[in-house]
């Protein structure tokens, strides 16, 4: 099992629309969690990170299941530009040892 | 706040010839970052660095692959020789420290071994 799993997509989805992504990681030691933004040819950009609450900010909503090791990322009222690639990052150890594990990341593309 | 600059932005070579990547990360930020990202998959840790020691370099194919961070300041990736599965985007990121630490991340260096 991969450390870090997420749907590899694509999504297609209208504007306006109201899209879930999830990803599961094996460690439950794991600790913090974030969900960074790719744009095509661009360089990953934080987005957001992910508390145990839970998160909101403007359309995007961030959750933690510890229990079943999983986080999801909620974005409502689609738009085109949210077309990307968002990656799941999980990040284990504690100290100078921590470091983080990347998902291969779940494509969106928002139409018209 | 200038970003994180990479040079060069793109380079070709052929397999078995060597290549040297650039990163200046943020100023201030003690931890950098080298990662490799193969087309269609997400960032693989090469190396980390806390100032100028090294923190993690487990996926580093230190055969052929080496990094320094000599002053704590910037950094140097090489590959030596290259082969075609370099092919790849090399990513730097830098970040301050913290439990909660962002990486910036600068644009990249495109490598195509030919």
């Known amino acids: 099992r991969k450390e870090v799993e997420q749907d590899p997509g694509p999504f297609n989805v209208p504007e306006g629309a109201t899209v879930a992504f999830n990803c599961t990681y094996s460690?439950?030691?794991?600790?913090?969690f974030f969900w960074y933004r790719q744009d095509c040819r661009k360089e990953p950009k934080l987005l957001m990170s992910v508390y145990s609450s839970g998160n909101e900010d403007g359309r995007f909503t961030a959750q933690l299941n510890r229990a079943s090791q999983y986080i999801s990322l909620l974005i409502r009222d689609s738009k085109l530009s949210d077309s990307a690639t968002y990656l799941c990052v999980v990040r284990v150890g504690a100290g100078n040892n921590r470091k983080l594990i990347w998902g291969l990341g779940t494509s969106l593309a928002v139409n018209p | 706040e200038a970003g994180v600059a990479q040079s060069p932005r793109y380079k070709i070579i052929e397999k078995r010839q060597s290549v040297a990547f650039w990163c200046n990360p943020i100023?201030?930020?003690?931890?950098l970052y080298w990662y490799q990202q193969i087309l269609g998959q997400g960032p693989k840790l090469l190396i980390q660095f806390q100032n100028n020691g090294v923190v993690d370099d487990s996926q580093l194919p230190k055969d052929r692959f080496s990094a320094e961070r000599l002053k704590g300041v910037d950094s140097t990736l090489k590959i030596q020789p290259a082969k075609l599965e370099d092919s790849a985007v090399y990513l730097c990121?830098?970040?301050?420290?913290?439990?909660?630490?962002?990486?910036?991340f600068g644009p990249g260096t495109r490598l195509t071994v030919l």
């Open positions: 100023s201030g930020h003690a931890t």
């Open positions: 990121a830098s970040s301050l420290g913290g439990p909660y630490n962002e990486q910036f």
């Open positions: 460690n439950s030691a794991s600790q913090s």
